[in-house]
């Protein structure tokens, strides 16, 4: 079997070392032309969507299971930090509300390798990740921006706009949030929308800045002014800061979040921007002092029914449109991987195509729908205030927050991939 995996993201990298570990060979074809950034880069540093971009990602049990099946999992801890609670504040670092993750995850993950959540830069994972695939031999191919798929009676062809194309028995779009696979297939009603809210992602050396943080991952909140601020110390010597707020899409805003190229312009506006919103010093030091920022308008997608059509299966951002919040996007992703893993290593054969795909919708869907209306309800707390005010909007958290952590509440739920699928197979139809 041959499979066409479209995008090199972290999903798609994962997505192709995953059926290469179960025997399916593949390749990697993505939209990103290294010789155009090259020439329009003026003799700037170049940037490219596996390089220095993005800012931390925290892994939650989830996607650290599925790390682990692929064996990626103690190289991932090598470049992490363990992130073993979560704060929320009002915008001034005022009432700390915490959520002990550690304990709440081990009511779920048996595994006490697993039950911290990790905190590793996006451009380290995916640098684990592409250097995994490139190990294992998978081929990738540049400058391939998809155009058009065709379902065909035994195969499906990917069409590129510089006219070549790329035949397999399966197509699988990991392409993210603005999916041209996606697109292409469920049509553009299907498509990415935009949320609203603007955000800026900030990466910087707390030890030559001299920052302390004492929050691993804190939220720093103004409900009424419908502002946020998360923090993450990826390791005692690097941290993460995002700046969410309403607005247009900034301009310079890419599909692949590519860095400001005025880094002093934007650092400095940003930081007064966050000094205006009245946040702790060390908050606004990590954005004046960030020596990557780049910005990320909010997308989010409409909901699907199935995450597959004819050969053409989407997995990750380009399947279940997430709005960031504390990891939960990257592990259903994550998630994605693991179901087509263990899903292929017990169907490997071309014949059972059809019957994966169903497997995968029928088991994916529930449970990324789940997740992605968990996620966008906690980003309208976020962004909403009670008509009591501000501050019983912050009691209502505390409160939801001791729940989860006396055990009354379930923050949320691990897809346990191998238990799922067996049970799914075992429930086929006997030929």
């Known amino acids: 079997m041959n499979v066409v995996v479209i995008g090199t993201g972290l999903v798609g990298a994962a997505t192709a070392f995953a059926l290469h570990k179960a025997g399916i060979a593949c390749t990697l074809y993505d939209q990103v032309d290294l010789v155009a950034a090259a020439l329009n880069s003026n003799g700037t540093p170049l940037d490219v969507d596996f390089g220095d971009t993005g800012g931390s990602v925290l892994l939650a049990p989830s996607a650290t299971r599925v790390l682990k099946s692929l064996g990626l999992f103690d190289e991932v801890v090598a470049q992490s930090s363990t992130s073993p609670h979560i704060h929320w504040y009002k915008m001034d670092g005022s009432a700390a509300v915490q959520l002990d993750v550690v304990p709440l995850n081990a009511r779920m993950e048996p595994d006490p390798e697993l039950q911290a959540p990790l905190q ?4 380290k994972l995916h640098n684990i990740l592409l250097r995994a695939c490139q190990q294992a031999g998978i081929r990738m191919f540049m400058g391939k921006k998809l155009v058009r798929v065709e379902e065909q009676a035994y195969s499906v062809r990917a069409h590129f ?3 070549s194309t790329a035949t397999g028995d399966l197509l699988v779009g ?22 609203g809210v603007l955000g800026y992602i900030g990466v910087v050396d707390l030890v030559a800045n001299n920052i302390k943080m004492n929050e691993t991952c804190g939220f720093y909140i103004d409900r009424v002014k419908k502002e946020l601020v998360c923090t993450f110390r990826v390791s005692e010597q690097i941290g993460a800061i995002n700046i969410m707020t309403f607005h247009e899409p900034d301009p310079e805003e890419t599909e692949g979040w590519r860095p400001y190229s005025d880094l002093p312009k934007h650092s ?7 000094r205006g919103w009245g946040v702790p010093d060390h908050v606004e030091q990590m954005i004046r002092q960030a020596y990557r920022i ?25 399947a279940h449109g997430m709005v960031p919040n504390a990891g939960l996007g990257l592990g259903t992703g994550m998630e ?3 179901a087509l893993f263990e899903l292929f290593k ?52 505390r ?3 001791f729940a989860f952590n006396h055990n009354l509440m379930k923050f949320y739920s691990i897809f346990d991939c191998p238990k799922e699928v067996e049970k799914a197979i075992a429930s086929m139809p006997r030929a």
């Open 120 to 123: 590793i830069l996006r451009s």
């Open 174 to 195: 990991a392409d993210g949030i603005h999916s041209a696979t996606r697109r292409a297939t469920f049509g553009e009603s299907s498509k990415s929308q935009f949320t």
């Open 346 to 397: 017990r169907l490997p054969d071309q014949k059972d195509v059809h019957s994966v795909l169903n497997i995968y919708s029928k088991l994916r869907v529930p449970q990324a729908t789940l997740n992605a209306n968990r996620s966008r309800e906690m980003a309208k707390q976020y962004y909403s205030s009670s008509v009591l005010g501000p501050s019983f909007s912050h009691f209502l958290l």
């Open 268 to 274: 400095a506006r940003l930081a007064e921007l966050v």
């Open 336 to 338: 994605d991987v693991g």
């Open 294 to 318: 780049s910005p990320a308008s909010i997308y989010d997608l409409p909901d699907l029914d199935a995450y597959h059509k004819g050969r053409t299966v989407l997995v990750g951002d380009a």
């Open 399 to 401: 409160a939801g927050i």
């Open 161 to 163: 706009a510089d006219g």
